[in-house]
């Protein structure tokens, strides 16, 4: 198509009147100067063609991405590690924790002991270890009983459940009439009878059901309740507490 138009455009200047004449190139002229034209726009085409053959080189761009560095992350890391720092190197702060270990490590040791001791269990003894057995820890609930009575039974029931909860105090029972000795030394007269003993002396106790509401069907809240007011190993949370109050004020009024 490129040759065509060279070859018209070349007929046309030839045909073209030169000047202000009217002569126009002779025939043979004419086709000399088409056949120059042809060959110059022949070679124009072809140089043309070659140069959009050929490829192009590419150009080295040797810009580089730049990346804006956020420093946000890296200030909260160096401020981590300076509260790090800070928190190894403060004495204060060494010390707290050397207590809290410490102060497990006696927990710890404390419970072991009071296991080898016979704590977290409900055990019945004899006369003859009464004294070793109240002497031994330093809070003890011994609950006297006769083996016919059904509320010396119920009783049972509740320091079963109250025994594993509360590894600081003592649970035990005492037959009494295998203990014909300490009985009337301690003046119990009337069954079930329960009393606390702080280091080996008694200081509390709970004779029948008048203080767990007269029922037989109280529940061993109530006794916890009633033994914690003395018995520094039996502590209660808060709401059991305040439960239990409510339940004794509304057990009142009704007996009223």
């Known amino acids: 198509r490129r040759r065509a138009v060279c070859k018209f455009l070349a007929f046309f200047l030839v045909k073209m009147p030169l000047g202000s004449g009217d002569a126009f190139f002779g025939d043979g002229a004419a086709s000399a100067g088409q056949a120059k034209l042809g060959d110059a726009c022949d070679e ?7 140069e959009e053959r050929r490829p192009k080189p590419q150009v080295k761009n040797d810009s580089k991405p730049v990346f804006i560095k956020d420093n946000t992350h890296q200030a909260e890391d160096s401020g981590d590690e300076q509260e790090e720092n800070f928190s190894d190197d403060d004495p204060e702060l060494d010390r707290i924790r050397e207590m809290r270990v410490l102060a497990l490590k006696q927990q710890a040791q404390r419970k072991e002991e009071n296991i080898s001791k016979g704590h977290g269990q409900y055990r019945e003894i004899f006369e003859e270890e009464f004294l070793k057995e109240v002497t031994g820890s ?7 009983f006769h083996r016919e009575f059904q509320r010396c039974k119920i009783i049972d029931l509740h320091m079963k459940n109250l025994a594993p909860k509360y590894l600081q105090t003592k649970f035990i029972s005492l037959d009494v009439e295998k203990a014909p000795f300490f009985i009337p030394k301690l003046q119990v007269k009337v069954l079930p009878t329960i009393i606390v003993f702080k280091d080996g002396v008694a200081v509390d106790r ?6 767990l509401t007269g029922q037989d069907d109280f529940k061993t809240i109530v006794l916890e309740r009633r033994l914690s007011e003395s018995c520094r190993g039996i502590v209660l949370p808060t709401s059991k507490a305040n439960v239990v109050r409510k339940g004794a004020k509304s057990c009142d009024s009704d007996s009223d």
């Open 44 to 50: 124009l085409v072809m140089k043309k063609y070659l």
């Open 138 to 144: 330093k809070w003890v609930v011994c609950h006297f």
């Open 206 to 211: 709970v004779v029948g059901f008048d203080e």
